[in-house]
């Protein structure tokens, strides 16, 4: 059995325009973050591959939102990147969630719905990756956070994580194998849209 790890580091960057749509306007305004990192895994051969990848668009602001309610309350996030040109290359925390302070302050995430996909050429194959899983306490797949910072005045939010995907939370199509699991870790460092209730 193979554990692969994802190293990725997220770093604050520039969106110059995004796909607009209807009634949910992408925002063009710079400062929204960009996700990149390595993907370790194997190719269709079984061969081990290292693939570097860089996602820096979102095409609307339903995906680069957060709400909170306060002191004693909680927080919801939806975080995803991808590339403009290849909708399927993308990373994903859906409903990423936690608990705020008496305070106010947001602290670690605990739980999310995450999904990584890659579909980019790999020494002239095209190479097909898409891991999907719900992570909470006890969960088979799961990430956790370290160094979790969100400010919800700035809207600026940061942290470290750490995500496992069991093979059966890898895409059937894509994976290499029934027993071969991947891994990343990784760091966070974008500027969210505060949304009033989602």
């Known amino acids: 059995m193979r554990l692969f790890i994802l190293s990725t580091t ?12 209807q009634d949910d306007p992408a925002p063009a305004a710079p400062g929204y973050g960009i996700i990149k990192g390595e993907l370790y895994y194997v190719d ?3 061969n081990d591959v290292t693939l570097p990848f860089s996602y820096d668009y979102f095409s609307a602001d339903s995906v680069n939102k957060y709400f909170t309610n306060g002191a004693d309350g909680y927080y919801k996030i939806n975080l995803e990147r991808g590339l403009k040109n290849n909708e399927d290359s993308y990373i994903k925390f859906s ?23 890659m579909n980019r050429l790999v020494q002239n194959q ?3 990756f898409i891991g999907a ?7 088979r797949s799961y990430c956790t ?24 939370d890898l ?16 760091n966070v ?3 969210m849209v505060e949304k009033p209730w989602f």
């Open 171 to 186: 895409d059937f199509a894509t994976r290499y194998d029934a027993v071969t699991p991947a891994s990343m870790k990784g």
């Open 10 to 21: 997220v770093i604050l960057s520039t969106i110059f325009a995004c796909k607009p749509k």
């Open 44 to 46: 269709g051969s079984g």
């Open 126 to 128: 095209q190479f097909r």
């Open 189 to 191: 460092s974008v500027t």
């Open 133 to 139: 899983f719900y992570s909470v306490a006890g969960s």
């Open 95 to 117: 409903r990423l969630y936690g608990d705020n302070t008496s305070a106010g302050k947001p602290m670690s995430p605990l739980e999310t719905d995450f999904k990584f996909s």
């Open 145 to 168: 956070f370290k160094n979790f910072s969100f400010d919800t005045e700035t809207h600026k939010m940061s942290f470290d994580f750490e995500a496992y995907f069991h093979p059966d």
